[in-house]
């Protein structure tokens, strides 16, 4: 018992001390690099004394984050999402995030520049993607940027491990369109929450990058949107999807998206209505 009353008050304490130094970090106009390494390395912390005794909660997962992967995976925790990310393939097999009215920003001025990950050195570098475009892919983010360009934590989804090879027409086809009516349901409903990632065929079906590095480009892409009144709605798009496909044609059950990744998906909750979203993000 004192043990465990001792745990909660270094939560508390740390707590208390790292919203401080949040909001003096913000209230000065030079940069917070280091104060967020303090942050990620408190997590982390935070984290491992917890494992034993409790069950870690991530509230970037409206209903408990996908289970199933490798137990070799990183699993990565930031201010704006949290994601799995698989060294073997060299993509995360799921990001988990939350879009609010408030997130969602212009992004146009804001830097697309790749972050080395400093947790994780197995993944893709810059180099790795020159010429992907010869091969009509392009260097994409699982995390969009658009989505957090309203916080002080943009700059998040530039870490390489939220990076991905996705196809050219697939990011200026359905994909787009996706994303543009998920922020158009965000303006209305205030906030949702997405589960993203990649899925692998048996055989696969893309060129890989033209790099020595050890990797896997996704044949395909899987999305699901939710509400937290149980509403949602699946899709997976094929990297060779024409650019003129429209994204409601690609809708997908969780159950099928399930069954491609071999992953429980939202484990705390089977009572999410499929396709109940579907009116809000323009598909009739």
């Not at 408990?64 to 990565?76: A, D, I, M, R, Y």
């Not at 050219?168 to 589960?195: D, F, P």
């Not at 798009?237 to 099928?256: G, K, P, T, W, Y």
Request: glycine residues 6%; negative net charge.
């Amino acid at each position: 018992m004192v043990r465990s009353e001792a745990r909660k008050l270094f939560f508390r304490s740390t707590g208390q001390t790292l919203v401080a130094k949040h909001l003096a970090c913000l209230a000065r106009s030079n940069g917070c690099e280091a104060f967020y390494r303090v942050v990620a390395i408190s997590l982390l912390l935070v984290i491992s004394a917890q494992s034993h005794s409790a069950e870690l909660r991530i509230a970037h997962c409206l209903y408990g984050c996908p289970q199933g992967g490798s137990v070799e995976n990183h699993l990565v925790l930031r201010p704006i999402y949290a994601l799995s990310y698989n060294t073997q393939n060299k993509v995360a097999d799921w990001a988990a995030y939350r879009v609010t009215a408030g997130s969602i920003g212009i992004a146009s001025s804001l830097s697309r520049q790749s972050v080395k990950d400093d947790f994780i050195e197995e993944t893709l570098t810059e180099l790795d993607f020159l010429g992907s475009q010869e091969l009509g892919l392009t260097r994409a983010q699982l995390v969009p940027l658009v989505n957090f360009a309203g916080t002080p934590y943009w700059n998040d989804v530039n870490f390489l491990s939220n990076t991905v090879a996705r196809s050219q027409n697939l990011s200026q086809g359905a994909w787009y369109g996706l994303e543009w009516s998920i922020r158009n349901l965000v303006n209305r409903k205030n906030e949702v929450y997405i589960l993203a990632g990649p899925i692998f065929r048996e055989q696969p079906s893309v060129a890989s990058l033209e790099t020595e590095t050890p990797h896997r480009v996704p044949d395909a892409f899987f999305k699901i949107i939710v509400s937290t009144d149980d509403q949602a709605t699946a899709f997976i798009f094929d990297q060779d999807l024409a650019v003129h496909v429209h994204h409601c044609d690609n809708r997908a059950s969780i159950e099928e998206i399930e069954t491609a990744t071999g992953l429980d998906l939202f484990p705390q909750n089977s009572r999410l209505v499929a396709g109940s979203l579907d009116a809000s993000l323009g598909c009739f």
